[in-house]
């Protein structure tokens, strides 16, 4: 085995200019894989889930320290032969270990940015897979693994091994929701709380603190991506696809920036912090 890797505090800030699969408007006729899988760097993975297999076609992530890796959200779909999910984590998993002479067992943890179905799907195609922990996206399964407590933020941190990643309780769009921040990375990880789409927000209340506390953490550290788990806009500001749409020709970037969470802290501000629809140019707050 080689020597640990040093998983400095923002040593592996990078760009994400990447074409992502965006569906077809032929979907039986379309090549693009199940999932696409992008190397942000040698020990950060971005994975998207194939519009033609879901419409929803969420963003997950994998993230690997000298210990074990963790991966945040598990998609859309259920089934193996339609969404591959466990087989394509292995084999990137697998060639994280032969490129760092990492030999012998190797543990994952499985975690949700939030329970929703098209966040949580394939959680099953991970049972019995050895040196695997899954935790349920539900509040009361996700937050006893943190130790959150309803009415206290807190943050909880999470050793994968010299790499290590924040974890914020910050509900709203729901109850159960998490966001993780990366410091090797300084990636901010939002879920569905922040992203270039429509933000359906559950509690208003709750989703207004966790916009000021997100703002307050930019604050306070480097922030170099913040990535929800969805692009659902166009790259006409302020126009979102229709909803169940399986192609995107042209989408926006996915990673959006601390300025995108403080322009939508400054429109709640604007409106005396009622509940409304309100529509910005990387997203749409919809109160539900």
């Known amino acids: 085995m080689t020597a640990p890797t040093e998983f400095r505090d ?14 077809s ?16 760097d040698e020990h ?39 969404f591959p999910l466990r087989a394509t984590v292995d084999s990137v998993i697998d060639g994280w270990q032969a490129a ?64 290590v990643i924040d974890c914020l309780d910050t509900p709203g769009h729901h109850e ?9 990375t300084q990636i901010l990880f939002t879920g569905d ?7 359906y927000v559950f509690d208003w209340p709750a ?4 916009i000021d506390r997100l703002v307050d953490w930019c604050e306070g550290h480097p922030v170099s991506h913040v990535l929800g788990c969805h692009i659902e806009m166009t790259t006409t500001p302020g126009q979102d696809y229709p909803v169940g749409w399986t192609y995107q020709p042209d989408e926006p970037p996915l990673q959006l920036t601390a300025g995108h969470l403080r322009q939508i802290q400054d429109t709640l501000r604007e409106h005396g912090l009622e509940s409304g629809r309100y529509v910005l140019p990387e997203m749409i707050v919809y109160p539900c």
């Open 10 to 23: 923002g040593a592996a800030v990078a760009n994400l200019d990447v074409a992502w699969i965006h569906g």
């Open 176 to 184: 159960a929701a998490v966001t993780y921040y990366d410091r090797y």
């Open 207 to 210: 989703f207004v603190r966790t």
């Open 44 to 82: 950060t993975y971005v994975l998207r889930q194939n519009m033609t297999v879901s419409w929803e076609a969420p963003f997950m992530f994998l993230l690997f320290g000298h210990d074990r890796a963790v991966l945040l959200d598990t998609g859309a779909t259920a089934e193996p032969e339609y």
């Open 25 to 40: 408007p032929a979907p039986k006729y379309n090549t693009d894989p199940d999932i696409q899988v992008h190397a942000y």
């Open 193 to 199: 709380t922040v992203y270039p789409g429509r933000l």
């Open 100 to 163: 760092h002479r990492h030999a012998g067992d190797y543990g994952l943890l499985v975690l949700h940015t939030h329970s929703h179905s098209d966040h949580t799907a394939a959680d099953g195609q991970f049972a019995g897979r050895p040196h695997t922990q899954v935790v349920g996206g539900k509040r009361d399964q996700a937050w006893p693994f943190f130790g959150f407590t309803a009415g206290q933020e807190a943050v909880v941190e999470l050793d994968l091994g010299g790499r």
